[in-house]
């Protein structure tokens, strides 16, 4: 007797999220109970910390203390598999995804979420000598940039190359500039004293520039701005608002300012202005026909979806999404969580036939911290600062680190610094794709002084 066949099974519905940061892994986790099959793809293994990488920079933490790997956080999460990739492609008409590497997936529901890059305001050959921070390799860079200075410095006989040697120059004004500036600052005061025979640490200039009128205009209140740019002066950091970047070289950057053009001789520059949104976005927009802002975000719906393309969601510091006062959220990791539980909550919705909810912020606070102590807080009308924000500050961050293995990290390497103002991970290393040095800045003719600055970075 002939075997009867068996009933076709529909194949699960596919959703793959493009991009592992805090929108998408959170997006991944909120369909682990779902009825569906979950691609997550990322270029990178691993899920980053990017709020501490600062830390990383400056030597306070190790990479391994704020990144996890994919694999690892996903692992009891039979419905997902993760894809080692990069997408350069995206075929909206045939819900494909393309690879690099020639591979094609389909997908019945998409979302994006890779996140932004640095901004350097139409001068990308700036970044040649600014680093910034977005990837562990940035904050390697930085951190050698930063103690190779020093290490040269005390080998320079000259007092003016030594001077220039021991100038960093923050540009930026926002947190991850005040909390860079923060952490330099303790480094040279407490951290290496003593450990140099023949410079003393103590006597570096650092220097923020920012072109807004005050530090942590994005949001903070004035008053903790205030409070912010006094702590930063306490510890020694020179703060000049109100000026605009116009060169950047290896041994210099110049500004513009109400008194003219200054050319301030220095080690490096570290980059903390700005942001752009990852250039997936344009490719996206131009499969769909959306439209993308200056900053290369995609505007989205209530639903966090692309408008016209139900099956594709935006999330993150790629999509130009209005809060409730009509102005674009924030990039910040706190919009693109809660985007990516709304996504995952959406998701769930849609299989179930249920109405899907219009996706609504809830502002937490902001925090930024300047050194030992010293931070800011805003909860609403509450505004904190000095020793009761630090606090907060440490226990939020702790909180948001993936895993309990990073939280008690963390937590110890930030106890023994507390205790003895130590940096253990103060190390030098070499990192491929090095950029070689480039000519001296050529120093400012009179007649620029009175120049139109070039766009140039603000808060």
């Given at each position: 007797?002939?075997s009867?066949?068996?009933?076709?099974?529909?194949?699960?519905h596919?959703v793959?999220?493009v991009g592992?940061?805090?929108?998408?892994?959170?997006?991944a986790?909120?369909?682990?109970?779902?009825?569906?099959?979950v691609?997550?793809i990322?270029?990178r293994?691993?899920?980053?910390?990017?709020?501490l990488?600062?830390?990383?920079?400056?030597?306070?933490l190790?990479?391994?203390?704020?990144?996890?790997?994919?694999?690892?956080?996903?692992?009891?999460?039979?419905n997902?598999?993760?894809m080692?990739?990069e997408?350069?492609?995206?075929?909206?008409?045939?819900?494909?995804?393309?690879l690099?590497?020639?591979?094609?997936?389909?997908?019945?529901?998409?979302v994006?979420?890779?996140?932004?890059?640095?901004?350097?305001?139409?001068?990308?050959?700036?970044?040649?000598h600014?680093?910034?921070?977005?990837?562990?390799?940035?904050?390697?860079?930085?951190?050698?940039?930063?103690y190779?200075?020093?290490e040269?410095?005390?080998r320079?006989?000259d007092?003016?190359?030594?001077?220039?040697?021991?100038t960093?120059?923050?540009?930026?004004g926002?947190?991850?500039?005040?909390?860079?500036?923060?952490?330099?600052a303790?480094?040279?005061?407490?951290?290496?004293?003593?450990?140099?025979?023949?410079?003393?640490?103590?006597?570096?200039?650092?220097?923020?520039?920012?072109?807004?009128p005050?530090?942590?205009?994005?949001?903070?209140?004035?008053?903790l701005?205030e409070?912010?740019?006094a702590?930063?002066?306490?510890?020694g950091?020179?703060?000049i608002?109100?000026?605009?970047?116009?060169e950047v070289?290896?041994?210099?950057v110049?500004?513009?300012?109400?008194?003219?053009?200054?050319?301030?001789?220095?080690a490096?520059?570290?980059?903390?202005?700005?942001?752009a949104?990852?250039?997936?976005?344009r490719?996206?927009?131009?499969?769909?026909?959306?439209?993308v802002?200056?900053?290369?975000?995609?505007?989205?719906?209530?639903?966090?979806?692309?408008?016209?393309?139900?099956?594709?969601?935006v999330?993150?510091?790629?999509?130009?999404?209005?809060?409730?006062?009509?102005?674009?959220?924030?990039g910040?990791?706190?919009?693109?969580?809660?985007?990516?539980?709304?996504?995952a909550?959406?998701?769930?919705?849609?299989?179930?036939?249920?109405?899907?909810r219009?996706?609504?912020?809830?502002?937490?606070?902001?925090?930024?911290?300047?050194?030992?102590?010293?931070a800011?807080?805003?909860?609403?009308?509450?505004?904190?600062?000095?020793t009761?924000?630090?606090?907060?500050w440490?226990?939020?961050?702790?909180?948001?680190?993936?895993r309990?293995?990073n939280?008690?990290?963390?937590?110890?390497?930030?106890?023994?610094?507390?205790?003895?103002?130590?940096?253990?991970?103060?190390l030098?290393?070499?990192?491929?794709?090095?950029?070689?040095?480039r000519?001296?800045?050529?120093?400012?003719r009179?007649?620029?002084?009175?120049?139109?600055?070039?766009p140039?970075?603000?808060?």
């Amino acid at each position: 007797m002939p075997s009867l066949a068996a009933p076709a099974v529909p194949a699960a519905h596919h959703v793959v999220i493009v991009g592992g940061g805090f929108g998408g892994l959170q997006v991944a986790l909120g369909l682990r109970r779902a009825a569906v099959r979950v691609t997550l793809i990322d270029r990178r293994n691993f899920n980053l910390f990017q709020p501490l990488l600062y830390q990383v920079a400056t030597g306070g933490l190790s990479p391994s203390n704020i990144a996890t790997p994919l694999r690892s956080i996903l692992k009891r999460q039979r419905n997902t598999e993760v894809m080692l990739g990069e997408v350069d492609g995206i075929d909206p008409a045939a819900r494909t995804v393309h690879l690099q590497d020639g591979e094609t997936l389909a997908y019945d529901t998409l979302v994006v979420a890779t996140g932004s890059r640095h901004h350097y305001f139409g001068h990308p050959e700036w970044e040649v000598h600014a680093p910034g921070l977005k990837t562990i390799e940035d904050a390697t860079r930085m951190r050698r940039l930063i103690y190779s200075a020093l290490e040269r410095a005390e080998r320079e006989h000259d007092a003016q190359r030594r001077a220039a040697l021991m100038t960093f120059v923050v540009v930026g004004g926002g947190p991850t500039a005040v909390e860079l500036a923060g952490a330099l600052a303790e480094i040279v005061r407490h951290t290496v004293r003593g450990e140099f025979r023949r410079i003393d640490p103590a006597a570096v200039r650092i220097i923020v520039i920012e072109a807004q009128p005050r530090i942590l205009a994005g949001g903070f209140a004035p008053d903790l701005s205030e409070k912010a740019a006094a702590a930063l002066l306490g510890l020694g950091v020179e703060v000049i608002t109100g000026a605009r970047v116009t060169e950047v070289y290896a041994d210099a950057v110049v500004m513009v300012s109400k008194d003219g053009a200054q050319r301030v001789p220095c080690a490096g520059v570290l980059w903390g202005a700005g942001v752009a949104a990852s250039p997936l976005g344009r490719i996206l927009a131009a499969g769909t026909g959306a439209t993308v802002d200056r900053g290369g975000r995609i505007p989205v719906g209530a639903d966090c979806a692309l408008s016209g393309n139900s099956g594709i969601f935006v999330i993150g510091d790629l999509a130009a999404q209005p809060g409730a006062d009509g102005e674009p959220l924030p990039g910040v990791a706190s919009v693109a969580m809660q985007q990516g539980d709304h996504v995952a909550r959406a998701i769930r919705d849609r299989r179930a036939g249920r109405a899907v909810r219009p996706f609504r912020y809830r502002d937490y606070g902001m925090l930024a911290t300047i050194g030992k102590r010293l931070a800011v807080a805003q909860f609403g009308r509450l505004h904190l600062s000095g020793t009761i924000a630090w606090l907060a500050w440490v226990f939020i961050h702790l909180l948001k680190l993936v895993r309990f293995e990073n939280r008690v990290l963390v937590l110890v390497q930030w106890a023994w610094y507390w205790l003895s103002w130590n940096r253990s991970a103060r190390l030098i290393t070499s990192g491929d794709g090095e950029p070689a040095p480039r000519p001296a800045a050529p120093p400012v003719r009179p007649e620029a002084s009175g120049a139109a600055p070039a766009p140039a970075p603000g808060g």
